[in-house]
């Protein structure tokens, strides 16, 4: 099965407070990619990052970073001081190498409120 | 910087109408999809699309769907008869590379009454 689980539906924290938000996947593929999209509230949706399955370097930009483990089928991003404006919906989502036409398999997103 | 764009950003229609959303994908990008998402949900696929044709699509993407690049630069999603479990957010992405990273357009919010 291919598929992408969030199980945090959702999260509230406090401005500063640092957050983490998890993604688990399931693949058969051995060469895939793992994004994080953020959805705010005005509905489009952002992309954050990309990686691909084998490069399990830990990646931080800015305030944002992010942990991919393969042992665990994991890819979890964590925002560090959170800020009311990284209030929104994030999605992990799972792409493979093989087979389909690069089309993204998401997670049904964590909704991730930030309270002043 | 480039971006995708869609029109209309919102359209309300009667169950049986057909709808066409647009959408202009990024310029030098060469693939293209259709993603839905109902109301509160997850972000479903579609469809894929490459030179001039499907190159994929799920199992939403029934009869009633069809997408056409009708030039060089819109790409288009048609809905011939609408229902009302057609209501939400559509979304047309492009990527450069069929693994690339996927950019998404600001989404049509369909309405279906």
């Known amino acids: 099965a291919q598929k992408v689980t969030q199980a945090q539906t959702e999260i509230s924290v406090v401005e500063k407070e640092d957050v983490t938000l998890d993604c688990v996947y399931e693949t058969r593929d051995t060469t895939y990619y793992l994004f994080w999209y953020k959805q705010p509230p005005s509905g489009e949706l952002v992309f954050l990052i990309r990686?691909?399955?084998?490069?399990?370097q830990n990646e931080i930009s800015g305030r944002y970073s992010w942990n991919f483990q393969k042992s665990t089928s994991s890819f979890n991003f964590t925002i560090t001081a959170s800020q009311v404006v990284d209030s929104a919906v994030y999605f992990c989502?799972?792409?493979?190498?093989?087979?389909?036409?690069?089309?993204?398999?998401f997670g049904k997103g964590t909704k991730l409120s930030v309270k002043p | 910087e480039p971006e995708v764009t869609q029109t209309p950003s919102h359209q309300v229609t009667q169950m049986g109408q057909e709808v066409i959303l647009r959408c202009v994908p990024i310029?030098?990008?060469?693939?293209f999809y259709w993603y839905r998402q109902i109301l509160g949900q997850k972000v479903e696929f579609l469809v894929s699309?490459?030179?001039?044709?499907?190159?994929?699509k799920s199992e939403i993407f029934d009869d009633q769907f069809s997408v056409e690049r009708p030039d060089g630069s819109n790409f288009t999603l048609k809905i011939r008869s609408t229902k009302l479990e057609d209501s939400a957010m559509y979304f047309c992405?492009?990527?450069?590379?069929?693994?690339?990273?996927?950019?998404f357009g600001p989404g049509t919010r369909l309405l279906v009454l």
């Open positions: 310029s030098n990008h060469l693939y």
């Open positions: 992405a492009s990527s450069e590379a069929r693994v690339g990273t996927t950019y």
């Open positions: 699309f490459y030179n001039n044709e499907i190159s994929e």
């Open positions: 989502a799972l792409m493979n190498y093989g087979g389909s036409q690069g089309n993204l398999i």
């Open positions: 990686r691909n399955s084998f490069d399990e």
